[in-house]
């Protein structure tokens, strides 16, 4: 089975970074479409940013020119550099990916989440 796993979550000041990595492990054939989610408390989980297997991103307009979001292919693992973070950045931040095991079906799978915290 594929499991998704977030780290690198933690406490920030208002104007800080942190990046997040993702790493996908198991049975994997290939890593289609990868993106992060964020969900704040009270609301509803929405869409951080994206990226295709080929590189290209997309980005929610509220993170736009502060977030960037990346992959190694070879290790299986996205990343998100957050930058100039905001206490409405604070939030649970969920990796998402289409994966595909070596029947070749794509599936979409979670990881567990890592909490980020922005906070004077």
């Known amino acids: 089975q594929v499991q998704l796993v977030e780290s690198g979550g933690g406490l920030v000041q208002p104007g800080g970074s942190l990046r997040l990595s993702c790493a996908a492990s198991g049975s994997i054939f290939s890593i289609n479409a990868m993106g992060w989610y964020r969900q704040a408390p009270g609301k509803q989980r929405e869409l951080v940013a994206t990226i295709t297997s080929g590189g290209s991103t997309n980005y929610a307009d509220s993170v736009k020119g502060r977030f960037t979001i990346s992959r190694d292919n070879a290790k299986n693992t996205m990343y998100l550099e957050m930058n100039s973070l905001k206490p409405e950045d604070t939030a649970v931040y969920y990796c998402?990916?289409?994966?595909?095991?070596?029947?070749?079906?794509?599936?979409?799978?979670w990881g567990q989440g890592t909490q980020v915290t922005v906070s004077s």
């Open positions: 998402n990916a289409e994966i595909s095991g070596f029947r070749r079906v794509p599936y979409d799978y």
